[in-house]
């Protein structure tokens, strides 16, 4: 019988930042949590660093993930947006690499694949899909999805991500 891993995904954003946890056995996928955490945007950037970071702490220790899968950010045409979304991220990987978690980054276009099959899918279809391979998922929100999304396609790739990480320590 195939291992069962519980995994996060989670996708990345100063006010609203989705999770999504899952678990895989084998090929077989199941739903089991999602929803997002937010900032308060009156806040100074600080604090609101400290709001995602504090409510994905309860988020890990609430539903114990073994791994975590995070989107890769992209490039905007305005740098202080970049710059912030880069910073909620950078909060985004510590919460559960401070449990001791692995932390995958996959690029959006590598989540779509993963999900739809084709890498410049449109949202629609990554929530059709996602709906498709998790049918109790709840689906909270667009960020949660998202999350679930990322969550999936960590599940298709980790075995290749734990064989690289062996290769590299040699």
Known sequence: MAETVRIIGLDPGLRNTGWGVIEASGNRLSWV??????????????ERLLQLHRQLVEVLER????????????????????????????????????????????????????????????????????????PRAALTTADATDALAIAICHAHHRGAQNLERLLARG
């Not at 692995?102 to 899909?129: F, I, L």
């Open 33 to 46: 949590a999602d929803g997002a955490v937010h900032s308060d945007v009156d806040a100074p950037l600080a």
């Open 63 to 134: 539903y114990q993930p073994d791994e975590a899968a995070v989107e890769e950010t992209f490039v905007n045409k305005d740098a202080r947006a970049t710059l912030k979304l880069g910073q909620a991220r950078g909060v985004v990987m510590l919460a559960p690499a401070q449990r001791g978690l692995a932390v995958a980054e996959y690029a959006p276009n590598m989540v779509k694949k993963a999900v739809v099959g084709a890498g410049h899918a449109e949202k629609d279809q990554v929530k059709h899909m996602v709906k498709l391979l998790l």
